[in-house]
């Protein structure tokens, strides 16, 4: 069993940065992909970004790609997201998700536990 819980969401204007982190609790958090997922007003939620265990590798959509970065501290049990030249149109919650399967796959259902979500709004 693995327990997220995101931080550091908030409002932001346009052009800006913001950092957000999800702290797990559990063990063997080094053996789980992360992933970063969002979700609009009115919208799917829509995969964002991913990191393997290691932090060797990353997996980014396209519509954040060059603005938006995955971190991990596995010592510390933590996933980072640092989005930087943030558009209105990332305004979103963002979610964090663990998949046990290890693998960097954009797709809700790989991923077996979710946090609560964080809101980043951006302003214009």
């Known amino acids: 069993q693995v327990q997220l819980v995101e931080s550091g969401g908030g409002l932001v204007q346009a052009g800006g940065s913001l950092s957000v982190s999800c702290a797990a609790s559990?063990?063997?958090?080094?053996?789980?992909?992360m992933g970063w997922f969002r979700q609009a007003p009115g919208k799917e939620r829509e995969f964002v970004i991913a990191?393997?265990?290691?932090?060797?590798?990353?997996y980014v959509a396209d519509s954040v790609k060059g603005r938006f970065t995955i971190s991990r501290d596995n010592a510390k049990n933590t996933v980072y997201l640092q989005m930087n030249s943030l558009k209105r149109e990332d305004t979103a919650v963002y979610y964090c998700?663990?998949?046990?399967?290890?693998?960097?796959?954009?797709?809700?259902?790989?991923?077996?536990?979710w946090g609560q979500g964080t809101q980043v709004t951006v302003s214009s």
């Open positions: 998700a663990a998949s046990g399967s290890g693998s960097i796959v954009p797709k809700m259902s790989w991923y077996d536990y």
């Open positions: 990191i393997t265990g290691s932090g060797g590798r990353t």
């Open positions: 559990g063990r063997s958090f080094s053996s789980y992909a």
